[in-house]
Every structure is written in C-alpha cells, then in structure tokens.
C-alpha cells in the first residue's frame, strides 16, 4: 500500500525568507507525485508534479520539488516567499499500475508573516 | 472553458439522513473522483468513474455511493448519515484517468 508524509502541520516563516515543506512516501512500486495549494474555502490547485525525467520540477510562482528516489522524498521549496503564499500545501502520490487512485498526505499549513 | 462546478456550497443534514452532492466536470473530461476531506486532513479518495463506471474505490463503505452521466456529470449518494461524515467533499475531473486531476471548489457537508 502507498501513504504519503507530511511531517509539519504548520509552517510559519517571516516574508521573503526561504521555507521548505517535507514530504516523504511509502510505495513498493514507482510513482508518479504532486504537490496541491489549497486556499481558504476554496479546492485544491495543481502547483506542479513529476511524472518521469527531471527530477527538479518547477511552478510557474517560483517554487520546485526535487524527487529523490533514495530518500522516497518529494520536498517542496521556495527561495523566497509572499504573503500570498500562506494556504495549505498537500502533497499526492499515484503509482504507475493504480492510475485511478491518488494518496495525499494530511497537509502543511504555510503561513507567511510580515 | 468552464471548470469543475459542485453543488451545492454548504449543506447541513441530521443524522440518519441521505445526501446528494453534484459535480460538473471540466469540458471534455471523463473521468471523476471524490474525495472525503475532513477538517485538518489531507483528502480520502471514495471513488471514481470513467466513462459512467466506478472505476476504483477506497475504503468506504457501501452507503457511500455514485454515478456518472453521459455527459459525464456525477453524483455523490451517502445514505444512513454519520456525525464523523462532516467533511468537505471534493469532486475532481481530468482528461484520462490517472493524469492531472482539476478539482473543484468542494461541498461542506455538516451532520448534526
């Protein structure tokens, strides 16, 4: 069975510091993995994901996850953050066999202060 | 191109109950999942459908159940309400089954 971690409930980080999120998975199988936003009162927003090549992948708003295969890790980061970045983030996996089912974890809060 | 639509917003229900909840898929998507997510936790997958076919479920019982339509619209059924179903349910839609899924803006279903 595949189950996903997110170590940190919550993040809090001062704006325009660097901040990174932890997630680390458990499959026995390859999988492809994601990283949601979900902003208050409102559905989860693809921020990006890996599938296969690269094992650095970047959003368009300036964060990247790297997959490390070694470590079952799939860590999110930001060099430098907003105060529109506070949401929560979750992180997803799906194995290559078992298309029709995604695994989140339970989710960080990033809150960003002034 | 419209997104995923559910409806409706806020629901509140008692115990014993049924609910349907709605979701219109992105245009030209046909598959659809649900997920259960309850306060301060990551979304459970409940089930999905492709091509009007329950294509995968996860550890839900059977008062938990679904369709899809032609036009690839679906519903969620819970029957036999429980206080610990008071979550937010997300429907989410994508273009062949296991890609990147869209989801929508959630339901958030209150038992009393």
């Known amino acids: 069975a595949q189950s996903v971690t997110q170590l940190d409930s919550q993040v809090p980080v001062f704006e325009e510091a660097p901040v990174e999120l932890r997630c680390n998975y458990s499959?026995?199988?390859?999988?492809?993995l994601f990283w949601y936003v979900q902003y208050p009162n409102q559905g989860l927003q693809l921020l990006l994901k890996y599938l296969s090549g690269s094992t650095l992948v970047e959003s368009i708003n300036g964060f990247e996850a790297e997959f490390n295969k070694s470590q079952t890790s799939f860590h999110l980061r930001k060099p430098s953050v907003h105060i529109s970045d506070t949401a929560e983030y979750f992180c997803?996996?799906?194995?290559?066999?078992?298309?029709?089912?995604?695994?989140f974890g339970s989710g960080t809060k990033l809150n960003v202060k002034p | 191109e419209t997104g995923v639509t559910q409806s409706p917003t806020h629901l509140i229900k008692t115990r014993g109950q049924q609910v349907t909840l709605r979701c219109s898929s992105q245009?030209?998507?046909?598959?659809v999942s649900w997920y259960q997510q309850a306060l301060g936790q990551g979304p459970q997958f409940i089930f999905q459908y492709y091509r009007e076919e329950e294509n995968g479920r996860g550890n839900f019982p059977p008062r938990f159940s679904g369709l899809q339509f032609p036009n690839y619209s679906s519903e969620l059924n819970v029957n036999a309400l429980e206080l610990d179903d008071s979550a937010l349910y997300l429907c989410?839609?994508?273009?062949?089954?296991?890609?990147?899924?869209?989801f929508g803006p959630g339901t958030r279903l209150t038992v009393l």
């Open positions: 997803a996996v799906r194995t290559q066999y078992n298309f029709n089912k995604f695994y």
């Open positions: 499959s026995s199988v390859s999988v492809y």
């Open positions: 989410a839609s994508s273009l062949v089954a296991g890609n990147e899924q869209f």
């Open positions: 245009s030209g998507h046909n598959t």
